[in-house]
């Protein structure tokens, strides 16, 4: 009788190595699928003022390693490709200028496994860089907004306006990607949730 009850905990303890095992060996796997660059489809962003824009992600994950807390990490850059539309307002004019202007966004971070089909982001914030295209712009050509009417390029101070703007609108959106969940990846798809709502990446060719 002491064998057998010696022998049951002994087959406990294994069934609990095993599912470790498992979840390990799970959690592995999906780590291996994640490196690459994914690009998104268009989302809308605003700064909750005259901007508002649409802006492309393309994710960059680096392969993950074990670090000491025994978690699978990586690096993660989020460029994006934004087009913005807006107004520009002025005293010398009777009516706002309307403007469309294009930029390119960099943001740098951490990605890591938390389960087989989730990943816990970690963006910082003060990586991220906005640079406004002076010449990707659509306007009337005002002087105000124009810098150098030759080449149509866009005046600085407007440029600014815009990249700030930009800057503090992909900020609060950034800080507030915290998770990837039930992400599902199938052949160049990789599917998954933030809150309630649905995305799609597709990964680009190398």
Not at 98 to 110: E, P
Not at 126 to 145: E, F, I, Q, R, Y
Not at 157 to 174: F, M, N, P, T
Request: proline fraction near 4%; include cysteine; hydrophobic fraction near 45%.
């Amino acid at each position: 009788m002491k064998s057998l009850v010696s022998f049951v905990p002994m087959l406990e303890l294994l069934a609990i190595g095993s599912l470790l095992v498992a979840c390990s060996n799970s959690e592995a796997r999906f780590a291996k699928e994640i490196p690459g660059v994914w690009q998104g489809t268009p989302e809308a962003i605003s700064d909750n003022s005259a901007i508002s824009a649409s802006i492309i992600d393309t994710y960059e994950f680096s392969p993950a390693s074990m670090t000491a807390n025994e978690t699978l990490t990586g690096a993660v850059t989020v460029s994006g490709m934004v087009n913005v539309s807006t107004q520009v307002v002025d005293s010398a004019f009777a009516e706002p200028i309307q403007l469309s202007a294009a930029a390119h966004t960099s943001i740098s971070g951490t990605w890591t496994v938390v389960d087989d089909d989730e990943i816990a982001l970690s963006m910082d914030v003060a990586s991220l860089v906005v640079d406004v295209d002076p010449k990707a712009v659509a306007a009337n050509g005002s002087p105000m907004v124009m810098g150098n009417p030759a080449t149509d390029a866009l005046n600085p101070e407007v440029r600014a306006r815009i990249a700030e703007g930009i800057k503090q609108a992909l900020s609060v959106r950034y800080a507030s990607l915290r998770h990837m969940d039930d992400v599902k990846i199938k052949g160049a798809l990789l599917k998954y949730e933030v809150g309630e709502e649905d995305f799609v990446l597709t990964r680009q060719s190398e």
